[in-house]
T-cell receptor
Framework: EADIYQTPRYLVIGTGKKITLECSQT?????MYWYQQDPGMELHLIHY???????EKGDLSSESTVSRIRTEHFPLTLESARPSHTSQYLC????????????FGPGTRLTVL | AQKVTQAQTEISVVEKEDVTLDCVYE???????LFWYKQPPSGELVFLIR??????QNEISGRYSWNFQKSTSSFNFTITASQVVDSAVYFC??????????????FGKGTKLTVNP
């Protein structure tokens, strides 16, 4: 079973607040990912990292930023939250090798009022 | 570019019925991987299976089975004797490459399965 954690699970905040969504994994995986899942269920890759100090933007443009200072930790930050950021955010990681399966965390459901 | 199509948005069955979830993919890669994930109401995605493009053997795991056919670019998923606990959203995914040249998963839009008692 994969060991990947996200906090908080649920977050309701007001517009303009700065928030950080936490993601950590204990598997030593180099590759980590952030997905945004809209109410219509579709998943969109917004950020990924192939290792410490490596971050790239995904296919879906996002106002969020990420950092990767430690292998196990991949936080996502919104400097000024807006209602359009309301969504489910899923973090994932994958092991060494080519095109491996990704293991997902439980997700953070964010609501911006 | 890679694409995954799950034409069934929602399926509703009665317990013990068999149900097949369809997945059709597009890719120009000769080597690729296909995946199925389950997302129960709790929200996390659970990995079910990974299949590479060179292995067309069908796979069975308990009540789950997968039918991979390269000729029709399909990777269908069948649940036999469905149970209420199978109720979830199921995603088919295809390995791909981002615009920056890195790996990614391309997901279908998902099929919501409801199994009624």
């Amino acid at each position: 079973e994969a060991d990947i954690y996200q906090t908080p699970r649920y977050l309701v905040i007001g517009t303009g607040k700065k928030i950080t969504l936490e993601c950590s994994q204990t598997m030593g995986h180099d590759k980590m990912y952030w997905y945004q899942q809209d109410p219509g269920m579709e998943l969109h890759l917004i950020h990924y990292s192939y290792g410490v100090n490596s971050t790239e933007k995904g296919d879906l443009s996002s106002e969020s930023t990420v950092s990767r200072i430690r292998t196990e930790h991949f936080p996502l930050t919104l400097e000024s939250a807006r209602p359009s950021h309301t969504s489910q955010y899923l973090c994932a990681s994958s092991g060494p090798g080519h095109l491996n399966e990704q293991f997902f965390g439980p997700g953070t459901r964010l609501t911006v009022l | 570019a890679q694409k995954v199509t799950q034409a069934q948005t929602e399926i509703s069955v009665v317990e013990k019925e068999d149900v097949t979830l369809d997945c059709v993919y597009e890719t120009r890669d000769t080597t690729y991987y296909l995946f199925w994930y389950k997302q129960p109401p709790s929200g996390e995605l659970v990995f079910l299976i990974r299949r590479n493009s060179f292995d067309e053997q069908n796979e069975i795991s308990g009540r789950y089975s997968w039918n991979f056919q390269k000729s029709t670019s399909s990777f269908n998923f069948t649940i036999t004797a469905s149970q209420v606990v199978d109720s979830a959203v199921y995603f088919c995914a295809l390995s791909g490459i981002t615009q920056g040249g890195s790996e990614k998963l391309v997901f279908g839009k998902g099929t919501k399965l409801t199994v009624n008692p």
